[in-house]
């Protein structure tokens, strides 16, 4: 999608992306405690998680009141809230940030909607550029049912229901998905998890 802002704060900025259902939130979760465990001071954020605008977006999608544009706009609200607000002041205290989701994900999403990409560029250009960034993929059919065992239905938005690909919630989040999956901006793996933290990653202090 373009260059994002080079980081210059002491933290690091670890990112994970992936469909609904690809494990990437169960594995994010492990690594935060493995890494809370070896001392180091880390700050966690997710997509769609600001105070700001989550009780907004929440109404909105249950009254399905969503276009495209709206979408785009209220989701970018939320990503500069956090990044002003919760990620940038933990990368100015060296602490190490784990994203659950980035800007991949309405950069691809909000493409797959209609939304123009170059504006889509413009509007995350205040964007930094994650330190490690993994991307997870699993087959279709498997994230369906990753997500059907925590709750009973596909949310309307989550499988694309708005874009009129089928009336069926299961056949359409598999079209919405391999839409978002065949897009080109998504980030190779820059990291891996293992047994031993990258060096010059800031330790807390106890």
């Known amino acids: 999608m373009g260059l994002l802002k080079e980081s210059t704060y002491p933290g690091k900025l670890f990112i994970v992306e992936g469909i609904d259902g690809s494990g990437k939130s169960t594995q994010l ?13 880390v700050v966690f954020t997710e997509w769609n998680s600001s105070p700001i605008v989550k009780s907004t977006t929440r109404r ?20 500069a809230s956090r990044l002003y607000m919760q990620v940038i002041p933990a990368l100015q205290a060296g602490a190490i940030v784990l994203a659950d989701r980035y800007v991949y994900t309405a950069f691809a999403r909000d493409s797959v909607r209609g939304v123009d990409r170059g504006w889509l560029r413009k509007l995350y250009s205040f964007a930094i550029q994650p330190t490690v960034s993994f991307y997870f993929d699993v087959p279709l059919d498997e994230a369906i049912a990753r997500i059907l065992e925590g709750r009973p239905a596909l ?12 009336r069926n919630p299961q056949e359409s989040f598999r079209l919405f998905q391999g839409l978002i999956t065949s897009m080109t901006i998504w980030p190779r793996s820059t990291g891996w998890f293992g047994s031993t933290p990258p060096s010059r990653l800031s330790r807390s202090r106890n």
């Open 29 to 41: 979760d492990l690594l935060h405690k493995w890494l809370q465990s070896e001392g180091y001071l």
């Open 60 to 79: 909105a999608k249950q009254r399905r009141l969503l276009t495209p544009m709206s979408f785009s706009l209220i989701h970018a609200a939320d990503f």
């Open 155 to 166: 949310k309307y938005y989550e499988a694309g229901m708005d874009l009129g690909l089928s």
